[in-house]
């Protein structure tokens, strides 16, 4: 029998409407790492987007790397790259990190399947696949929508078949992959481009597996499928979308033949996120701790309303009027610090442009853009 705990979309270096989250990142990393060693775990599985950009800072650099030694003090770690990772990046350290017990899947190799003989573990690594990985540029050229994302998924799914083609049920078998799997609910702040044309359905796994282990979702949730399929989701609420999220790592107990036993152990660190509406003075009295804020107001707007908003809400991060006559004012207000994505639909909104090709264009050009700068 074995014990794993599964972490993902860690998103060090995240930022909330641009001030830094590095103090709550550290501490639910290091809340991780205890819960590793209270349940005595086996094994560690992080199953990608470690970073919220392919150029990460020093700062965030420091915190990841800190963290993943920490975890491997009480076991093994395995890692994959996400789509806010470098692959190179990852690759270029995975030899330092080999030496402290963490193992790194930064690309798509043949030789993708770590065999812990001790705890008669085989972990299948897949981690994320652009469709420019796969989709041909003649393809492009000469193929529609529905085909390229029919292209996509077969190739993936012969990707993940082959992988694990020679795990037998003698063995506790895991796929641990940056993946968007069909019957996966969002949680409102992941990267729109790599999510529904990216997803493959279940069956793309073997229906002996033990345990999928899966990045990419931030809101924890089992898949629908015979064998366990989890995203364990992100450790902090990230963005406003996640606000109702109860994060957790997953302890999952396997042993060969058998389908995992999984349960969520919660995460309390870090600040929670909350949406408050209705007028400046019936929220006045609200009791909302140290939560991150955004304010949607009722109220005409009037001049120095912001500045009085934020005097009685300090950590108010997002105010809107939602009122119509106020649509000038609520624009020009809170752009710095804003995801990229964001500013982009304020735009096309402002202009009465209403095309989500627009937006996922926009979004792969950003991505490009992104890895290029790695």
């Keep these: 029998m074995v014990k794993i705990l599964h972490t993902a979309d860690w998103h060090v270096g995240r930022t909330i409407r641009g001030l830094s989250r590095e103090d709550e990142h550290r501490a639910v ?32 650099e420091e915190i990841v790397y800190q963290a993943l030694l920490a975890l491997a003090e009480t076991a093994p770690v395995v890692l994959v790259a996400g789509n806010h990772d470098s692959p190179g990046r990852l690759e270029a350290i995975a030899p330092l990190l080999r030496l402290g017990r963490v193992r790194v899947g930064a690309k798509i190799s043949s030789e993708g399947i770590l065999d812990f003989n001790a705890m008669a573990t085989r972990v299948a690594l897949v981690p994320f696949i652009t469709k420019r990985g796969i989709i041909r540029a003649e393809q492009i050229l000469n193929l529609d929508s529905s085909e390229l994302r029919s292209e996509y998924i077969d190739r993936v799914q012969k990707i993940v078949r082959t992988l694990c083609a020679g795990m037998t049920a003698d063995t506790v078998n895991v796929v641990l992959g940056h993946l968007m799997v069909k019957g996966g609910v969002t949680g409102g702040s992941e990267r729109a481009v790599h999510l529904f044309d990216y997803a493959i359905p279940t069956n793309s796994f073997p229906g002996h597996f033990n345990y999928v282990a899966l990045g990419h979702l931030h809101r924890p949730q089992r898949i629908p499928a015979p064998q366990p399929i989890w995203y364990a989701g992100s450790p902090l609420q990230l963005d406003f979308g996640e606000e109702k999220d109860r994060k957790a790592v997953m302890i999952v107990t396997a042993e060969p033949g058998l389908p995992a036993q999984v349960e969520s152990r919660a995460l309390n660190a870090g600040r929670k996120l909350k949406t408050l509406r209705g007028t400046l003075e019936s929220l006045r009295d609200a009791d909302v701790g140290e939560a991150y804020l955004r304010i949607e107001l009722d109220d005409p707007y009037r001049v120095g309303l912001y500045d009085e908003v934020r005097e009685i809400f300090p950590n108010a991060v997002d105010v809107k009027l939602r009122t119509q006559s106020a649509a000038a004012g609520a624009r020009a207000l809170g752009r710095i610090g804003r995801p990229p994505q964001e500013l982009f639909a304020d735009y096309l909104e402002g202009r009465s442009i209403k095309d989500e090709r627009l937006n996922g264009l926009f979004a792969e050009l950003l991505a490009e853009a992104q890895e290029a700068a790695s």
Excluded: K, N, T, Y
């Design 29 to 60: 990393l290091a809340e991780i790492a205890e819960i590793a060693a209270q349940e005595e775990v086996d094994l560690v599985l992080l199953a990608g987007d470690v970073f919220d950009a392919p150029a990460p800072s020093p700062i965030a």
